[in-house]
Nanobody, 136 residues
Framework: EVQLQASGGGLVQTGGSLRLSCAASGFTFDDHAIGWFRQAPGKEREGVACISSDGGRTYYSDSVNGRFTISSDNAKNTVYLQMNYLKPGDTAVYYC?????????????????????????????WGKGTQVTVSS
């Protein structure tokens, strides 16, 4: 059974930092890219960051580039999202998702593609989200 468990969310002040973790199981981690996505109230889900299966390529949305860093520990089947200089606009539920590398799932982040297209890129496996709230 594919499982993706996001954790590490919380309440932080503007300018603060959080590190999210995504623990994966039930599939071949080394063959999958992992992405972080978020959904704010009343808004469509958006791609935030993505890392290739070998950890060699990373992608970020314009809104977080330079502030967030995605990394992976393949030995632990875990992907992290280090979030620095947080803003109130970062408040959302954050999800991680996995897709087979061969289907190029990181394209949805690199190309800022809308959610309705994500299925074409193999983003079929999603975990429950973790809430991030940034106070002003």
């Amino acid at each position: 059974e594919v499982q993706l468990q996001a954790s590490g969310g919380g309440l932080v002040q503007t300018g603060g930092s959080l590190r999210l973790s995504c623990a994966a199981s039930g599939f071949t981690f080394d063959d999958h890219a992992i992405g972080w996505f978020r959904q704010a109230p009343g808004k469509e889900r958006e791609g935030v960051a993505c890392i290739s299966s070998d950890g060699g390529r990373t992608y970020y949305s314009d809104s977080v580039n330079g502030r967030f860093t995605i990394s992976s520990d393949n030995a632990k089947n875990t992907v992290y999202l280090q979030m620095n200089y947080l803003k109130p606009g970062d408040t959302a539920v954050y999800y991680c998702a996995a897709g087979a590398e061969i289907l190029r799932p990181c394209t949805v982040v690199a190309g800022t593609l809308p959610e309705r297209t994500w299925g074409y890129y193999g983003l079929d496996n999603w975990g429950k989200g973790t809430q991030v709230t940034v106070s002003s």
